[in-house]
């Protein structure tokens, strides 16, 4: 049989005795399709990391971070909320299951679980398929835990109380207070620092005693009626006594 009327040459499958290194082709065997990482294409990564934080930076500073008042210890009427990626850890720790004794399982072991079974994923679904319809392992691990982020994270947000978080979390205006003043003194005998704080600055339970804007009059007129949330009969003392006290807190303004 004559060579090319009917025998056809498709290949060549034998293996060279000889092992060469397999060295990847010079960029510059490509021109004008591809180009030296070091220092073409680092040089272009930079540029644009520093467009983006240039941008960055002057976001902060024409819309600075909301920063709330210095966190008081002794103030247990504060109602913290972590930032928006932690809401549905937060969420979590508010139910019976997961709070209380049981907090090691809401802090630790349902997240644990949760992660790993994320982590492990690829391990337990090892098919070769890339179509989301034939991965149900992956896949359904994925959308149960988008699910459960997306529905803790909107319950913590529907259930906190926004307007009493920023009333609480105000910068109040600082004072300087004459601890050694009469005024001051009544002021620690009759129980109001517990409400009202040690530098007049209030709380969660009662407002800032800065800068009022009220007369002593008025004042002496909350103190025994009282206002809002504060009961009327609280001030215990003598009618000198609350002379000196609405005088005290009438003269209390910020720097």
Partial sequence: ????????????????????????????????KTEAFWPNFLLKEWLVGA??????????????????RVADPTDTGYIPLPDWYFLFLYQLLKYSYASGPYTVIGAIIMPGLAFGALLLAPFLDRGP???????????????????ASIYL????????????????????????????????????AQGCISCHGDN??????APSLVD????????????????????????KGTDEELKVLSEFIANVTSK
């Fill in 129 to 147: 398929e890339r179509r989301p319809h034939k991965r149900p392992v992956a896949v359904g691990m994925m959308l149960l835990a988008l699910f």
């Fill in 212 to 235: 009022t804007g009220l007369t002593p009059e008025e004042i002496a007129k909350i103190a025994k009626d009282g206002q809002g949330s504060m009961p009327a009969g609280i001030f």
């Fill in 51 to 68: 467009v983006f934080l240039i941008g960055f930076l002057s976001l902060t500073v024409a819309h600075p971070s909301p920063l709330e």
């Fill in 153 to 188: 994270t909107w319950e913590s947000v529907v259930q906190h109380d926004w307007e009493k978080a920023a009333e609480q979390g105000k910068i109040q205006a600082e004072a300087e207070i004459d601890t050694e003043s009469d005024g001051y003194k009544i002021y620690q």
């Fill in 200 to 205: 007049l600055q209030g709380g969660a339970a």
């Fill in 1 to 32: 049989m004559h060579r090319g009327k009917g025998m056809k040459f498709v290949g060549d499958s034998r293996v060279s005795a000889e092992r060469k290194p397999n060295i990847p082709k010079d960029y510059s065997e490509y021109p004008g």
